[in-house]
């Protein structure tokens, strides 16, 4: 059984710890980067760091005692994930510098090209890019002629020091890096188009005492890991439940906010005007503060276009800048493409998606066999650790591709009615939620929502823990095929 996995980020090494811890060897994992670590490579600016707490933010079978905080910094997370892959031994699998352009389906296998012309045929092909790589800068009118980066994409070598500065978003990332560099710059304004609800997250160094308390001890890991997933579910609840126990979190939230909005102009235009929970709630003590220091300017004016010195907003005024920072996240909604992904029959994903995209469980697709997802569609989690999601869909792509084996088919594809049933009960669960009552990263121009899933974390995770081959359909292997058109799926 040969395995490509496209993407060497946590979810594509969850992948082959997997594979590789249940017997199988050739595994090639495809990696468009020179370094593992996918978002945490990538995301460098300063401050960056998870905000979901490290002892639930790691693998469950590569526990690490010694955080050096609640939630750690990337290089920190970094250099887990480097360990882990090294323990395991994944890391001699990963192609760098492969950056796949087309993966393509015939007579029960996958080739995968990249963009230089490489090639590798798969009997089985995992696809881990996730939903957040590919960085969004929005096209507005005119241009600017200073300095500009992306946050994914942070420029080291430019010295923000004494610079005018603007950044743009107010999302997750930008809430990290804001505090870092707004006393750093001679000037920083912060254009936000809507406002968030914030909860507490100082995140200070543990002292010394508690770290090597915790390092001795095991079991305050274990405990802590089961105490943070209750408290991530309940954030899920409030979600779920906007008329009750969401009114209760906007409330913690609101109190919280008030505490740290001094400054009633800038508490004004920093309230967010929409449903708690329906974007993704975000957890820092630190950006609501660096608001109201004397540098720093809260702008809430749309941004009506670029001009050569600085950003224009509607109300005609002109900030002049030096440097654009675009925290505007990502294409959350587009997943792998451009990669172009051609399944059976010649039949295209983005065709097949083109109402949106749709899988069962997030993972399986209808008429591209043999083809797994990892952080795919309706996989993302409004708070939880995306870690757990990503472990569950490795497990369940491993007994898929053992089942496979076992019978010595060809591919291995899930009933078009089993994923559209699927499909339909996960929608309907979005039904009388926080996340249909406002305009996020989550949805799509038609208002359904791709990326997220309706539920708690431990419901997926149930729902994955075991195979059910009844769904799928085994396709004969090419020379079988004259033999026995179908074989049995159950
Ligand atoms: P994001 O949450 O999508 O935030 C993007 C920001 O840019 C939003 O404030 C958005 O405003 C604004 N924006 C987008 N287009 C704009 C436009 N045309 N004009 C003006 N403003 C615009 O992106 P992110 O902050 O990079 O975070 C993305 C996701 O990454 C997060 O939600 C989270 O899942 C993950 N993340 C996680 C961590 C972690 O610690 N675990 C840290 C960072 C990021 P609107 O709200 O109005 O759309």
């Not at 192609?95 to 798969?122: H, L, M, P």
């Not at 950006?287 to 809430?300: D, S, W």
Request: contains cysteine.
């Amino acid at each position: 059984m040969k395995v490509v996995i496209v993407g060497a980020g946590i979810g594509g090494l969850a992948a082959a710890i997997e594979l590789r811890r249940h017997g199988y060897r050739d595994i090639t994992i495809l990696e468009r980067a020179e370094d593992l670590g996918g978002t945490w490579q990538y995301n460098t600016y300063p401050g960056c760091a998870c905000d979901v707490p490290s002892h639930l933010y790691s693998y469950s079978f590569a526990p690490k005692l010694g955080w050096s905080r609640l939630c750690s910094p990337s290089d920190e997370i970094l250099a887990y994930l480097r360990e882990t892959a090294a323990q395991f031994d994944v890391e001699g699998l990963i192609e760098f510098g492969a950056d796949v352009a087309e993966c393509r389906y015939s007579a029960c296998r996958w080739t995968v090209s990249a963009a230089d012309g490489r090639t590798w045929e798969a009997d089985a092909l995992i696809i881990a890019t996730g939903q957040l790589h590919q960085p969004a800068i929005p096209r507005f009118a005119g241009s600017f002629a200073g300095h500009s980066f992306h946050s994914a994409r942070w420029d080291h070598g430019y010295d923000l020091r004494g610079k005018r500065v603007a950044v743009i978003g107010t999302g997750a990332s930008a809430v990290q890096f804001v505090p870092e560099i707004a006393d750093e710059v001679a000037q920083l304004h912060v254009f936000q188009r809507t406002g968030n609800w914030f909860l507490p997250r100082k995140n200070r160094p543990y002292p010394h005492w508690f770290r090597r308390l915790l390092e001795r001890v095991p079991v305050i890991q274990h405990t802590r890991r089961r105490i943070w997933k209750t408290y991530i579910e309940s954030l899920t609840l409030m979600i779920r439940h906007p008329r009750t126990l969401g009114r209760l979190g906007a409330l913690i939230s609101g109190s919280f906010m008030r505490s740290q909005l001094t400054d009633a102009a800038v508490r004004a235009k920093a309230w967010p005007d929409y449903t708690f929970g329906c974007k993704r709630i975000l957890f820092s003590s630190h950006f609501l503060p660096a608001l109201q220091r004397a540098n720093v300017e809260l702008v809430t004016d749309a941004v009506a276009g670029l001009v050569s010195g600085g950003i224009e907003t509607t109300d005609g005024r002109v900030r002049e800048v030096d440097c654009i920072i675009y925290g505007t996240g990502f294409r959350t909604t587009e997943f792998m493409f451009p990669m172009e992904i051609v399944g059976a029959d010649g039949v295209s994903l983005r065709e097949a998606w083109s109402d949106g995209a749709h899988a069962h469980l997030g993972v399986t697709i209808p008429g591209f066999p043999s083809l797994f997802l990892v952080y795919g569609p309706n996989t993302n989690s409004s708070g939880g650790s995306i870690i757990a999601f990503e472990e569950a869909q490795a497990g369940y792509i491993r007994q898929a591709i053992d089942h496979l084996q076992r019978a010595s088919a060809g591919a291995i594809e899930v009933r078009p009615e089993v994923e559209a049933a699927s499909d339909r009960a996960l929608q309907a669960r979005f039904g009388g939620t926080a996340w249909l009552e406002c305009d996020s990263w989550y949805r799509i121009e038609s208002g359904r929502i791709v990326t997220n899933w309706p539920g708690y974390m431990r419901e997926y995770v149930s729902d994955l823990r075991w195979f059910d081959p009844s769904e799928y359909e085994l396709l004969p292997a090419p020379d079988a095929q004259s033999a026995a058109p179908t074989l049995a799926g159950a």
